[in-house]
């Protein structure tokens, strides 16, 4: 990885809202910042439940995909240069296991590993209502330094579709990443 650019790792896992991961695919692509997927054999199902798009469709936006059973895979180690990882949408077995650093998948690992390193971890977690497991579990990992990202879309930018709602969250994560986009309007943005 060259100075100044960019390298996300982005996991999905079977939580509802597998759009958002493959609306972050598809905007770092465009962005033409290389991605780093791993995915979770649930979210590959959550591909034919929630959408109409093929795994081969969605692993084709990333830059280069990993196998999330291979440990001998680059994202197995700290030592692997990338400028964070973003797990959207992201379970609460996930969330579980990341804050308990119970690392039996490539995409827990990898968590672990950003997190060890001190680089931005973006968590987009996916469930309602809340049990107090989940809410501790995510007190854990803000306190190791995690950003807790809910898939939760504001209304307040004038969403007229799906997509909007989408972007938003998809937008609140490059805000996190220090990535320029123009996925949604922000508030009062040109009134100050
Ligand atoms: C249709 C469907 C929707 C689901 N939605 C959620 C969800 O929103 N949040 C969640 O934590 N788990 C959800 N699950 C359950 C997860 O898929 C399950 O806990 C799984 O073990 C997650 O594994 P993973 O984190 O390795 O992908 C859903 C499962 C199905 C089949």
Do not use: Q
Request: some cysteine; proline content about 4%; glycine content about 8%.
């Amino acid at each position: 990885m060259k100075r100044n650019e960019k390298r996300i790792i982005v996991g999905l896992t079977g939580a509802s809202g597998i759009i958002y991961g493959i609306r972050l695919l598809e905007v770092l692509r465009d962005l033409g910042i290389e991605t780093d997927l791993v995915m979770t054999d649930m979210a590959a199902k959550m591909f034919e439940i929630e959408t109409s798009r093929t795994e081969t469709e969605v692993t084709a936006l990333a830059t280069r995909v990993h196998d999330s059973y291979d440990f001998t895979s680059p994202l197995a180690s700290g030592g692997f240069r990338n400028s964070g990882m973003v797990v959207i949408p992201c379970s609460m077995k996930t969330i579980a296991g990341i804050s308990c650093g119970f690392a039996d998948n490539l995409l827990l690992r990898a968590a672990d590993c950003t997190l060890k390193e001190r680089r931005p971890l973006v968590l987009v977690p996916r469930e309602t209502p809340l049990n107090v497991i989940h809410l501790k579990n995510m007190v854990t990992l803000a306190e190791a330094g995690a950003v807790i990202l809910p898939a939760s879309p504001g209304f307040y930018h004038g969403p007229k579709a799906i997509g909007d709602l989408v972007d938003h969250i998809a937008g609140k994560v490059l805000d996190v990443l220090e990535i320029e986009h123009h996925l949604y309007r922000r508030w009062k943005e040109n009134t100050l």
